[in-house]
Each structure stands twice: as structure tokens, then as C-alpha cells.
């Protein structure tokens, strides 16, 4: 099983900042990394995929970027909506894994 | 657009069976890959297990034993059972999508699950 580690748990930042967020996996996954934020009561929403893809209706703010083993997810000028849980998931092989989550908060 | 619905009892007794279903709406579970995920404070999101065109499925090894993924094209559901039920698997349950896209004759499924339910809160206590 491939294991996800993201740093640091927790960050507080005020806005307009820019955010770097690592997820570092056990073993190479090549490209296929994905980033979710999950906002309080939501459920998670896919922002990027395959390392560097922004998904459908993602604001330019949020970038992927990295492959094998080290990734970052930047958010370049926090917003207050940016509150929130950013967690990485792996699909390179089974079973398909997440990191333990960034937990985001706003100053 | 594509929504999905999770429903299911709330509580369950431990040793028992859960069944949950997650409907899908404004698409058809025939084409891509849907997968069930649990989240729980303790373990944080954990991938249960996958069908995909509708009877090649999937699972988690850790909960393989347990599991079965289905789908049923005439109603357009998913159903999850996992059966003698324990503390631990007390969590909230989403079924999520993934598209899947094919090159030539091979198709995969794009990373990223771009879809989710909103989840069901399944509790096990006696």
C-alpha cells in the first residue's frame, strides 16, 4: 500500500497569502496524484488532477505541481472560502490511497 | 448535470450487514468507475472499492473479506454491503466518480474523483 504524507497538518495564514502545501508518497506514482478540498459539512471537491490539471470551475489561484514522490498544491492569494481540509490521493495502485489532510485556516 | 445520493440506515448493530445505495441521476452508471469511500476521525478517508461497466469491481484488501460492490443499470444504483460490522466501521460513507477515458482500445480511469454523494453517517453501537 502506498503511503500519502502531507505537511504541515495545520497552517494559519492570512489573506492574500500565498499556501504550499507537500504531500510526499512512499513510493513513485508517477503523475497520478489528485488534490481535494473538503470544506466543514461538505464533501471533499476535486481541484486538481493528474499532479497538474486544474479541474472543471477551479480558480487559477490553486496549482498542482511534482511527480514520483514529492507533490505541491500552492494557493496563490488565500481567500476566506479557502478555509478548509486539502487532502492528496494516489492512483497509481491499489488500493487507492489519500494523505491524512493540510487543515488550512484563516487568519 | 450528475448527482449522486447516498441512503442507508443511520445505525447499525454490531455483527450485522450494511447496506447502503447511492443513486445516481443525470447519467448512467454503465460508463465510468464509481467507488465507495468512508471517512471516519481515526482514519481519515479510506477507499472501500470500485465497479466499473457495471460487473468488474475492485476492492480495498484490508475490507475485501466484507465487501460487495453491485450495480444495477436498470435503476441506476450502486449498492455497497459490508457485512459483520464493527465499532470500526463507524464513518460517514460517500460514493464518488471517476470518468473513465479510453486511447485506442485500452481505457483507464482519469485520477480524480470529480464527483462525490454527500455522504451517509453510518453508526455501529448496540
Known amino acids: 500500500e502506498i503511503v500519502l504524507t502531507q505537511s504541515p497538518a495545520t497552517l494559519s495564514l492570512s489573506p492574500g497569502e500565498r499556501v504550499t502545501l507537500s504531500c510526499r508518497t512512499s513510493?513513485?506514482?508517477?503523475?497520478?496524484l489528485a488534490w481535494y478540498q473538503q470544506r466543514p459539512g461538505q464533501a471533499p471537491r476535486l481541484l486538481i488532477s493528474?499532479?497538474?490539471n486544474r479541474a472543471t470551475g477551479i480558480p487559477a489561484r490553486f496549482s498542482g505541481s511534482g511527480s514520483g514522490t514529492d507533490f505541491t498544491l500552492t494557493i496563490s492569494g488565500l481567500e476566506p472560502e479557502d478555509s478548509a481540509i486539502y487532502f492528496c490521493q494516489q492512483r497509481t495502485s491499489w488500493p487507492l490511497t489519500f494523505g491524512g489532510g493540510t487543515k488550512v485556516e484563516i487568519k | 448535470q450528475v448527482q449522486l445520493q447516498e441512503s442507508g440506515p443511520g445505525l447499525v448493530k454490531p455483527s450485522e450487514t450494511v447496506s447502503l445505495i447511492c443513486t445516481v441521476s443525470g447519467g448512467s452508471i454503465s460508463n465510468d468507475y464509481w467507488s465507495w469511500i468512508r471517512q471516519s476521525p481515526g482514519k481519515g478517508l479510506e477507499w472501500i472499492g470500485y465497479?466499473?461497466?457495471?460487473?468488474?469491481?475492485k476492492y480495498s484488501p484490508s475490507l475485501k473479506s466484507r465487501v460487495t460492490i453491485s450495480a444495477d443499470t436498470a435503476t441506476n444504483r450502486l449498492s455497497l454491503s459490508l457485512t459483520s460490522v464493527t465499532a470500526a466501521d463507524t464513518a460517514l460513507y460517500f460514493c464518488?466518480?471517476?470518468?473513465?477515458?479510453?486511447?485506442?482500445?485500452?481505457?483507464?480511469?482519469?485520477?480524480?474523483?470529480?464527483?462525490w454523494g454527500q455522504g451517509i453517517l453510518v453508526t455501529v453501537s448496540s
Open positions: 464518488a466518480r471517476e470518468r473513465e477515458y479510453c486511447h485506442g482500445l485500452n481505457c483507464f480511469a482519469k485520477t480524480g474523483f470529480d464527483l
Open positions: 493528474d499532479a497538474s
Open positions: 513510493q513513485s506514482v508517477s503523475t497520478y
Open positions: 465497479i466499473f461497466h457495471t460487473d468488474n469491481t
